[in-house]
């Protein structure tokens, strides 16, 4: 199983700063020290597509997805990658296929055409492989009111197949990670909107998944929560390589390393967001407009023809 680990006891390395965030400041060995070890402790867990697959830096690779409901194209020939370690925020309109592509990625349902692969694991060939390397966010937390946090996240260690040695430990690091230490015996039903985001983002971390898939993480939260939800994810880069689909652009702004754009089930754009801004010094805003405006025209277009 493909796996980052949290070394800053061996190295004194916060996992805080991200690859990219150290490259960006100009720290190249400290970028290629984490690369390395990174990969080092995969031929040591002898987890060797893992290993290939985080060498070629890619976790999270889409050819050609199509998916139709009916004679509804929900995604259409969508290609798209995203790399170890990165933070890629994906925007798009109501109705786009943000979901149907985070769906068809977790194993929801088959996608009509096209290949999705998630750490070298093929989606529809290979789904349990997939599934144990994803940590998975719905936009709806899906808890089970009646039980405690600390039991609920013992729930899910089984469900994923933790050792029963390894589950305590487990479920104090994620408890640590996502600020619940002080929640463990508290009752699910009565939490705060903030901190059941919190216990979902702690199950979605469970088992340490490469790959973590986030729907709409800050929705319906203050804004207190919400600079601590930002903050969670920012710390997660580096260490997971993460997804997130959100409609808050600035959000996309303060936390992601790159944006791909989706409208009508097309990949309309994606770049960093140095690269997607700098062209005329845009906003996020005004290059998310531009590239949606942009096709709805095509769309126009074609109806005419």
Known sequence: MVKYRDRKSRRGV???????????????????MR?????????????????????????????GLTKYFGALAALQNASFSV?????????????AGKSTAMR???GFFPASRGEARVAGFEVHEQPLEVKRRIGYLPEHVPLYDEMTVKGFLDYVARVKGLPRASRRREMSRVMEVCGLNDMGGRLLRQLSKGYRQRVGIAQALTGSPPVLILDEPTVGLDPGQIVEIRR??????????VLLSTHILPEVSMVCDRVIIISRGHIVAQDTMERLTAAGGKTLEQAFMEAVA????????EDVT
Do not use: C, Y
């Open 35 to 63: 690369m390395l070890e990174n990969f080092l402790f995969l031929i040591i867990d002898d987890d060797w597509q893992g290993a290939i697959v985080f060498w070629n830096n890619r976790m999270i690779e889409v050819k």
């Open 232 to 241: 969670m994810i920012r710390e997660l880069g580096g260490t997971h390589t």
């Open 83 to 95: 790399g170890a370690g990165e933070i890629v925020g994906f925007l798009g309109p109501n109705g």
């Open 294 to 301: 942009s096709d709805a025209k095509e769309a126009i277009g």
């Open 14 to 32: 916060s996992p805080r700063s991200s690859r990219l965030q150290a490259w960006r400041a100009g720290d190249s060995l400290l970028f290629a």
């Open 104 to 106: 068809i990625l977790t």
